[in-house]
């Protein structure tokens, strides 16, 4: 079955510094998502991204976070300068389309801020 | 706006027991509605999903109505296994095409 991979399953990252997460769609969808989870806290959307551009984000994606296709492939969300709390676990989705339908999460990425 | 509340946990059930997770809704219209679960250490997988009044998901021995009536969605199964230990989520469509997930509820299932 077709399966969202995201990398790396577990970052330590030191406050102030650049991460990058990275995640592989399915290949034939078309909507890529990213949420996160706060430790013990809900799941919640940060950002969706259609036709190579963000098509809706929330509040907490602000000018710290950006996203980008570099290459048809991957779909990565990058935070230039990581606060603590930004430690969460960080899940990228696909979908063939919207309103939930068919949504695929990845495993998801551990962010551990210090 | 649109949301789901969900039963706060955690859930702690013996192997065999009945299992009930509630989950109302609130939104203008009828919207589909959709259970996650998240297994130690995985991501989110879909469990299932019903996308109309008074349709009925079912996925692994779990069931869920989506009630109109009652602006409810709640998960049930009727013989728990430990193997069915995760955090379970409510969920609906939000904005233009992203999920609103409630809080979660943790099941643990003991033999």
């Known amino acids: 079955e077709p399966e969202v991979t995201q990398t790396p399953s577990h970052q330590v990252t030191q406050m102030g510094q650049e991460v990058i997460l990275r995640c592989v769609p399915i290949?034939?969808?078309?909507?890529f998502y990213w949420y996160r989870q706060i430790l013990g806290q809900k799941v919640e959307f940060l950002v969706s991204?259609?036709?190579?551009?963000?098509?809706?984000k929330s509040e907490i994606f602000d000018d710290q976070f950006s996203v980008e296709r570099p290459d048809g492939s991957n779909f990565t969300l990058k935070i230039r300068s990581t606060k603590l709390e930004d430690s969460a676990m960080y899940f990228c989705?696909?979908?063939?389309?919207?309103?939930?339908?068919?949504?695929?999460f990845g495993s998801g990425t551990r962010l551990t801020v210090v | 706006g649109d949301s789901v509340t969900q039963m706060e946990g955690p859930v702690t059930l013996s192997e065999e027991a009945f299992l009930t997770i509630n989950c109302t809704y609130t939104a203008t219209g009828y919207p589909s509605l959709f259970w996650y679960v998240q297994y130690p250490g995985e991501g989110l997988q879909l469990l299932l999903k019903?996308?109309?009044?008074?349709d009925k998901g079912s996925n692994k021995g779990f069931e869920a109505t989506y009630r109109k009536e009652t602006t409810s969605f709640h998960l049930e199964k009727g013989s728990v296994q430990v193997s069915d230990s995760a955090v379970y989520f409510c969920a609906l469509p939000g904005g233009a095409n992203n999920l609103f997930f409630g809080t979660g509820t943790r099941l643990t299932v003991i033999p």
């Open positions: 989705a696909s979908s063939e389309d919207r309103k939930g339908y068919g949504y695929t």
């Open positions: 991204f259609y036709n190579n551009e963000i098509s809706e």
């Open positions: 290949s034939n969808h078309l909507y």
């Open positions: 019903a996308t109309k009044a008074d």
